[in-house]
């Protein structure tokens, strides 16, 4: 507020001075020069009359001459005064209104404004830096888990568009520079329920800048933010951020690991929910021959680390080898646009291609070239702009790379569902394929074909009254009390525990007579209903006696009003008989 009532002052102080300089010159005017009374005699106009007499003057609207009629002098006079008087009036309101058009102002009102909407906020949010295609991707994935989230971006045009976004809620936006700790201030970094800054703008530098601006200035607060270097991901990592992505390593060793374990990508894939809302069978990529990488950037070098610990033979087409750090020997120097350069490459004798260049003209036309010469590639495509989905999913790609939406996904599975990220990794140190395959199997057969429903469930007393009134009362709760449904204790929710962590204690899919304790974090994928359903089961202390003992007391007063009258009549009837 301050800015603002000093930026008004300034741009008008000079109308206001003008305006005071006229009225006081006209009042003084009118105060000196002689008038006469009524009888004709001559007396002078007070300081009172003078300036009521001038204020509505000024504006043009006429009253009539007091308190008596005017001279020839003072008529002469007020006509002067009234040109000038409407002169600096037509100024002032000209200047108040280019005021109002200032970019400076209407920015600082934005502010006060965000600033406002951002400290009425009584739900736990969400710090998104960079409404992108990585952050407009996170946001609407929050918004569906009905997770609030408050949006900085240095660019009007992504503030104004997610302004016109058809979002569920509604989301405090500012258009500023995140690196700035006072634009980071303002958007609620200190505030109580800030539960973690993300920080996805398209350079690195920023991110690396809004990763130490929160640590030190909120240093509990959870810190995620995009690195597309190796540099910058080991700086971040160096003063505790928490989680660091970077979009190629991260599709890389996505790739890999489906060419080790497809049935647990799958599994993965679906609790996360990768893909369309159907289940769908993922691509299947082969497991030996040659792959040819077409571009030697950030992306192919990624690939190439991770295929070529696969065992795969590999062929690189790169039109500036001495730049990207790669040996020339061995490689073909090219876009791989051309038929010829890829016949160098041996592209007949492959078995998948990578189009990973940084641009999509020349990824889609390495890909139509390539699948002329072998149609039976397994062919993975670098998409770099999310506007070119429908020419990347027309080409013929197998699978398709767009580093937002890897980010995008990678961290709203880490704010949404953690756990999900540690059962797979137990999935992967633990487990093999055939348990993969019995899981899928039992999901497909509890979802009917949906998307599975994934969700965590943490035993607190203060957010759980029915789970702690259980436990202050000894009694002992399992995993089959909580799986019980509140409508028909005979019939289980249609939902499968995953994991349940107690301390450093992981158990995958726990058996239902587990017992239940305060502090225990679940994991539960099935329908969405259950959810609901086993939330009822966890705050209502009548629906968790009916799920463990089959009654339902009646402990309201009015059900106790009704019993008590039930029981009078029972007796009044035994006096009768």
């Known amino acids: 507020m301050d800015t603002i009532f000093f930026l008004v002052l300034r741009r008008m102080r000079t109308p ?24 004709g005699q001559p007396t002078r106009m007070s300081l009172f009359h003078a300036f009521y007499f001038v204020s509505y003057m000024s504006t043009t ?40 058009q200032d970019a400076t102002l209407q920015r600082a009102i934005a502010e006060r404004r965000f600033r406002t909407q951002v400290s009425r906020l009584r739900v736990p949010f969400y710090l998104v830096c960079g409404y992108g295609q990585t952050g407009s991707a996170l946001v609407s994935g929050l918004l569906d888990r009905h997770i609030q989230a408050v ?19 509604y989301i405090p936006a500012l258009c500023g520079d995140a690196r700035r700790p006072h634009t980071l201030d303002a958007a609620g970094l200190k505030h109580r329920l800030c539960r973690g800054v993300v920080a996805l703008t398209n350079v690195n530098e920023a991110n690396l800048k809004i990763a130490i601006a929160a640590k030190l200035l909120h240093p509990q607060i959870k810190v995620i933010c995009r690195a597309d270097s190796h540099e910058i991901e080991a700086n971040m990592a160096s003063f505790g951020t928490d989680h660091i992505y970077d979009p ?37 990529p082969p497991r030996q021959g040659r792959w040819v990488i077409c571009g030697y950037g950030r992306f192919g070098k990624a690939m190439y680390k991770h295929l070529k610990a696969q065992g795969f033979e590999l062929s690189v087409i790169e039109a500036e080898p001495h730049k990207t750090g790669i040996p020339t020997e061995g490689v073909v120097q090219g876009r791989g646009t051309e038929a010829v350069t890829l016949q160098q490459a041996d592209i007949t004798q492959a078995v998948g ?31 770099n702009h999310i506007q070119n989905q429908e020419l990347f999913d027309r080409v013929g790609a197998q699978s398709i790379m767009n580093p937002s939406t890897i980010i995008a996904h990678r961290i709203r599975m880490r704010l949404i569902t953690p756990l999900l990220a540690d059962l797979s990794r137990q999935a992967r140190l633990q487990q093999d394929e055939p348990w993969a395959r019995s899981l899928i199997s039992r999901i497909i057969a509890l979802v009917e074909g949906r998307k599975p429903y994934v969700w965590e469930v943490t035993l607190e007393a203060t957010q759980m009254p029915a789970i702690a009134d259980a436990e202050q009362r000894g009694q002992t709760l399992t995993l089959a009390t909580l799986l019980g449904d509140p409508l028909e204790r005979e019939r289980q929710l249609p939902a499968i525990a995953l994991l349940v962590i107690h301390d450093d204690e992981r158990q ?3 058996p239902l007579e587990r017992p239940l304790r305060l502090g225990d974090r679940l994991l539960f ?47 009044l009837k035994m006096r009768q008989d």
């Not at 002032?92 to 209104?97: E, R, S, V």
């Not at 009007?156 to 976004?165: A, G, H, K, T, Y």
């Not at 036309?365 to 062919?379: G, Q, R, Y």
């Open 16 to 39: 206001l001075l003008a305006l005071i300089v006229v009225y006081a010159v006209a009042m003084a005017g009118l105060a000196l020069i002689p008038a006469q009374d009524a009888a």
């Open 61 to 100: 609207i006429g009253f009539g001459e007091l308190p008596n009629a005017f001279t020839d002098a003072q008529r002469i006079w007020v006509s002067l005064a009234v040109f000038f008087t409407v002169a600096v009036w037509i100024y002032a309101i000209g200047t108040l209104i280019a005021l109002l």
């Open 151 to 169: 949006v900085i971006d240095i660019d009007p045009e992504r503030i104004n568009l997610l302004q016109l976004d058809n979002q569920r809620e």
């Open 248 to 284: 190629f390593d991260a599709f890389a060793a996505y790739l890999a690991w489906s060419i080790q374990a497809p049935c647990q990508t799958l599994l993965i894939d679906w609790l996360s929910g990768r893909g369309g809302p159907e289940l769908n069978e993922p691509p299947d």
């Open 353 to 383: 291609l990578v189009a990973g260049t940084d641009q999509d003209a020349d990824n889609l036309s390495i890909i139509m070239t390539a699948l002329t010469l072998n149609p039976d590639l397994f062919v993975i495509a670098r998409e």
């Open 508 to 510: 995958v899919l726990p």
């Open 525 to 571: 994928c099935g329908r969405e209903e259950a959810r609901w359903r086993m939330d009822w089961t966890l705050c209502n202390l009548h629906a968790l006696e009916y799920v463990t003992t089959g009654a339902s007391p009646r402990t309201g007063p009015a059900w106790r009003w009704l019993d008590r009258l039930g029981v009078n009549r029972i007796r």
